[in-house]
């Protein structure tokens, strides 16, 4: 029996969860109208962050140096041709409109991530510094980096603008999503090449699943007013995110870190062939994120499915769109690079696959 790699399972795991709970919130209005289930997903981006600077460990761990000319490039590239598509939503190609959308990074909503990822690729190699140590002294120099981290997101949340982009992608350093990401540092170092067995797995899984529940019942789930972050300095905002939200995401992460550890360990076939699946899909979550939006905008302008209320039907025919139609737009990608490395270079395009997450694609964790 074929097995899984026993580093990815998981972090692809929550880059999975994390993909399913960005298109869950921007499915409100389409699928459901209770706003809060849209706070079930206020973890997705910060989770994000969390991966990505787990996976950045991980790579800067192992050597071979910090390749940031192709980690830019990697994200670059489909984030170029996504505004391209977007674009053509309002009925013509406007070149300047084109251009007005790449350098803004608002041709669609969620595109403030891409300018977040591409600050993050500069800086955590600098944060990795602080959880090079080990021993005693290794303790100071992470809470070091710490407090210098959550100094940075106090002055970029409230005395910061970058184009005025949407949430984070208007802070510089991403505001307070910083914090995630040295967070994602810090777990890296102390989950690469460990694995739990199978009773501390279930352990932690379970406690974490139900500490993130109890934490989104009784705190993420409130209004914002009500919440213990109006105490701290970094604002009571949603996105860049508040100190509530981070703490929840920490604990998604933790349950996702568990069950990829039982995932890991999975005896039989079905489990085995569930945990390749996981594995796949979590490494595709670059052209979900990208594309996603692109075909909500195109289910909802069909009257027939319009039409179908919130029914498990219509769940269905969303997400299936949603997921198949961006792996299809990784493949025309794909496809595409082929076929210009054969015009222009006389041979077949050996580029890496341009479907890897925000993660493997800032952590080059190949």
């Known amino acids: 029996m074929k097995q899984v790699p026993k ?22 209005g389409a699928l459901y109208s209770n706003p809060r289930i849209s706070t079930i997903s206020f973890f997705c981006v910060s989770l994000f ?30 984030y ?37 990822y591409l600050q993050f690729l500069f800086i955590v190699p600098i944060l990795a510094l602080f959880t090079r140590c080990s ?25 910061s603008n970058v184009l005025r982009i ?43 699943c139900v500490l993130a529940v109890v934490w989104w019942r009784f705190v993420v789930s409130q209004p914002v007013r009500l919440r213990f972050d109006t105490h701290f300095p970094f604002a009571s905002l949603l996105n860049p995110p508040n ?15 568990g069950l990829g550890n039982l995932l890991d360990q999975a005896s039989c076939e079905r489990s085995s062939r569930f945990a390749r699946g996981v594995t796949w899909l979590g490494k595709h979550t670059l052209y979900l994120f990208l594309y996603h939006r692109f075909y909500l905008y195109m289910l909802r302008k069909v009257p027939c499915i319009h039409a179908m209320g919130h029914t498990l039907t219509k769940w269905v025919i969303y997400f299936s769109v949603m997921i198949l139609g ?34 493997e694609n800032g952590a080059a964790a190949k």
């Open 166 to 208: 949407f949430g984070g992608g208007g802070k510089l350093l991403g505001g307070t999503f910083i914090i995630p990401l040295y967070l994602g540092v810090l777990l890296g170092k102390y989950t690469m090449n460990r694995r739990l067995r199978l009773l501390p797995a279930c352990v932690v899984s379970l406690v974490f």
């Open 80 to 116: 170029l041709m996504a505004t391209f598509v977007y674009c053509l939503l309002q009925g013509c190609f406007d070149l300047e409109l084109y251009l007005t959308h790449v350098v803004r990074f608002n041709a669609d909503g969620t595109f403030y991530y891409v300018l977040i």
């Open 135 to 159: 021993g005693w002294r290794a303790v100071g120099l992470e809470i070091t980096g710490l407090l210098t981290v959550l100094g940075i997101a106090w002055f970029t949340t409230n005395h």
């Open 326 to 359: 961006a792996l299809l737009f990784e493949l025309i990608m794909k496809l595409l690079k082929r076929a210009v490395a054969a015009a222009y270079c006389g041979k077949s395009s050996g580029e890496e696959e341009s479907g890897q997450t925000f993660t």
């Open 243 to 257: 100190v509530s939200l981070i703490i929840y995401a920490c604990l998604v992460a933790g349950a996702t870190f």
């Open 7 to 28: 580093r990815s399972v998981w972090l692809d795991l929550a880059k999975m969860v994390a993909i399913f709970a960005v298109m869950l919130d921007h499915v409100r």
């Open 49 to 78: 962050m969390i991966t990505m600077g787990c996976a950045s460990s991980w790579s800067l761990r192992k050597g071979g140096g910090w390749n940031l000319r192709d980690k830019c490039l990697r994200m670059v590239g489909p």
